[in-house]
């Protein structure tokens, strides 16, 4: 089973879309016979995308901090409710249980996670796809600043190429579809040796 890990608010947001691009996204994944990794919380848009691919009768795996369990209200209804000691030992594990990356909106955390995602992927420790889901143009000011990156000569060109932004749940759905196995030992790479 294809797994995919989600990156998104622990809040709803302000406008209705944000909402509706989770409940579409969570019931999508289900619909095409894909497990949900995300961080195990039971608000916001984390709650949406989860729920409705419970209710669409997916596999999700959510995976949270101890210390977040009560503070976020974690959703223990999920299939599988993995509690960790940290933050890091939360990301970790979303990384290996996961095959692709989705960013929907969100904040500090949200952007934390992905751009981690992407960096490690610079760096060649692994090439799973990652996409953000661009509702609203939400992410348009952090491509933009991508842009303004490479021009100042701190990201290369071809780097911008990590990711893949689309606008919608059917095009995130049809790109993920088409996602290569990156788990696999032809699409496997070996990480730089650093220092």
């Known amino acids: 089973m294809r797994s995919i890990c989600l990156y998104c608010g622990s809040s709803p947001g302000v406008s209705p879309a944000f909402t509706q691009a989770a ?39 959510g995976i949270i901090p101890r210390a977040l369990l009560e503070q976020e209200h974690g959703l223990r209804e999920v299939s599988e409710l993995i509690v960790t000691e940290s933050l890091r030992e939360r990301k970790g594990i979303m990384f290996e249980r996961s095959d692709s990356f989705v960013a929907l ?10 751009v981690e995602t992407l960096t490690l992927r610079q760096l060649r420790y692994h090439k799973k796809p990652v996409y953000f889901l661009n509702t609203d143009g939400f992410y348009d000011p952090l491509l933009a600043f991508f842009t303004h990156a490479v021009a100042a000569g701190f ?16 095009g995130l759905m049809a790109l993920l579809a088409q996602a290569p196995d990156a788990t696999s030992p032809a699409g496997a790479l070996k990480p730089p040796a650093l220092g």
């Open 23 to 61: 409940a579409d996204f969570g019931a999508a994944v289900a619909a095409r016979g894909w497990r949900l990794v995300y961080g195990g919380g039971g608000g916001g848009l984390m709650g949406v995308a989860a729920r409705a691919a419970l209710a669409a009768g997916g596999e999700v795996v």
């Open 105 to 114: 909106p969100g904040g500090f955390g949200t952007l934390e996670e992905v």
């Open 155 to 170: 990201v290369h060109p071809a780097q911008l190429g990590l990711f893949t932004v689309t606008a919608d749940v059917p």
